[in-house]
């Protein structure tokens, strides 16, 4: 089973970015796609982006197209998320997830497997 750990959330104001990491190990990490998936107080956790397991396919959320780029590195282990021109609606805990197949995917119960998630909080 894949074991995920997500670092680089933080406080940041309206307009600022932030980069965010997944740490994987565990089963074989480059065979899979990943996502990044996030989740508000009181809201249900949504779809962000997703990544192939070759990394030349990519997916995205209509809210954060065009400012959030998905990224991965299989000799590191990790996936990123470069968050730019950040808005107060992008504040939520982000989550990492593992697919279950090579292909993008953007449904939370596609996933094997969950980090513990970290705080983004964007002030006006």
């Known amino acids: 089973q894949v074991q995920l750990v997500e670092s680089g959330g933080g406080l940041v104001q309206a307009g600022g970015s932030l980069r965010l990491s997944c740490a994987a190990s565990g089963r074989p990490f480059s065979d899979v796609a990943m996502g990044w998936f996030r989740q508000a107080p009181g809201e249900e956790r949504e779809f962000v982006a997703s990544?192939?397991?070759?990394?030349?396919?990519?997916r995205y959320a209509d809210s954060v197209k065009g400012r959030f780029t998905i990224s991965r590195d299989k000799v590191k282990n990790m996936v990123y998320l470069q968050m730019n021109n950040l808005k107060p609606e992008d504040t939520a805990v982000y989550y990492c997830a593992a697919g279950q197949s090579a292909v993008v995917f953007q449904s939370p119960t596609t996933a094997q497997a969950w980090g513990q998630g970290t705080q983004v909080t964007v002030s006006s």
């Open positions: 990544i192939s397991w070759s990394g030349i396919t990519t």
